[in-house]
Every structure is written in C-alpha cells, then in structure tokens.
C-alpha cells in the first residue's frame, strides 16, 4: 500500500487553500446537517479529511467542544492550526490516514466525511474505513457522508474516485447503519465548473451489535 501522505502533502504544499477544487468558504450543507441532527450543539464531531477546511472553525464559533480533525497530511493539518491560534488547543488533531487510524477507543456522537471515502478505490481500505466507523461512533450517533454523485467527476487531484448513488454508499456500510436521508449537491469549484456530490447521513442503530 502506497503512502499515500506523500501525495497529499504536495498538493496542500503547491496549491493555494482556495485554489483546490473542493474548496468552499464555508461547507454550509455539512454545517446545516449537523445542526439538524444535534441543535443542541452537544454532540462530539470528527472531522474526516478536514485538511484545510473551515469547518471546525465554524463549529467553534458556534459554540460547540468535542471536536477532532483527522487528515492524513500533516501540512494540511498546520495550515488550520494556524489559522485557528489559541482555538486550535481546543480541538483533538490527528495526522492520519483514516485507514489504518485508531482513536484509541475514544468515540463520537457525529463523524463528518467530506470527500474522502471516494478517494478509497481499493475494497480493502474501504473496509477498514468502515470498521474505524464501527469503533468511533456511539451507539445512536450519526455519520455524515459526502462523496462524489452518480454525475460526479471520474477522478480528482489526479486521482480515480469511485462515485456513488444513496443505495449504493448505504451497501458499503451494512444494516447497522439506518440511512436517514440524502441529498445531492452541485459544488461550485474555485474554477466555476461544478461537481456533483451526493450527502448521506446516517444513525447507528444500538439495538443492532457491530458485525
């Protein structure tokens, strides 16, 4: 398995944070499910992939604690915690790739994934994504999954993707997993062509045991 840290540290250390194509100022849809699915802002958030994003910041100024960012380059991850200064000791960073990560048993009321479950092309890595799922999400909590759309682009930063419809993304999860709802997206790049994403979210049912 190739370290796949090396090509995703060059893209953050040769292109812009606002130049990538997933950019966005701020990931409003993300935003909104999550305080859907917790308006009492008490849950605990992983962000995975966050790499650059705003999220976190954006969760933090809406008073929420709890919150991890997990992304597997290490540059990606210095550049938020710059910009977040003092705020950044508030915030649990791992510098990972997500399919050989372990959260050390610690879990989560809310895992957040914005584009990089359809970076995963190989079954077995998506497996082991899935069995980190398993282990970091309470029973009841929610998964948030946003992948490329069944009109999605075929690769991006030159990499294959696989692409997915709500069944189809629900099937890599099993029945333990209760699909909610989904939505599909058209993400305006930096570029102004857009990008088809399609958003999942699920509840993990307590009453069923992991498989």
Request: with cysteine.
């Amino acid at each position: 398995m190739a370290d796949r840290s090396i090509h995703w540290n060059d893209v953050y250390t040769t292109k812009p944070h606002d130049a990538v194509s997933w950019y966005a100022p701020h990931l409003e849809d993300s935003l909104a499910l999550i305080e859907a699915l917790d308006p009492g802002r008490r849950a605990s958030v992983v962000d995975i992939g966050g790499g650059e994003s705003t999220l976190v910041d954006d969760l933090l100024a809406s008073g929420r604690r709890g919150l991890a960012v997990l992304d597997i380059s290490e540059a990606a991850i210095g550049f938020s915690r710059r910009r977040l200064g003092e705020k950044a000791g508030l915030v649990d960073w791992h510098v990972a790739d997500v399919t050989r990560h372990d959260f050390g048993g610690r879990t989560f009321d809310i895992w957040h994934d914005r584009a990089v479950f359809h970076f995963l092309t190989d079954p077995r890595d998506r497996a082991a994504y899935v069995d980190l799922v398993k282990r970091s999400v309470a029973p009841g909590g929610h998964v948030v999954m946003a992948t490329f759309g069944p009109n999605g682009p075929l690769e991006c930063s030159d990499l294959e993707v696989v692409r997915y419809d709500d069944r189809g993304l629900h099937d890599q999860f099993g029945d333990r997993f209760d699909l909610l709802g989904s939505r599909l997206i058209e993400h305006v790049t930096p570029r102004g062509t857009t990008q088809q994403f399609l958003y999942c979210w699920c509840r993990v049912d307590p009453r069923r045991e992991p498989a």
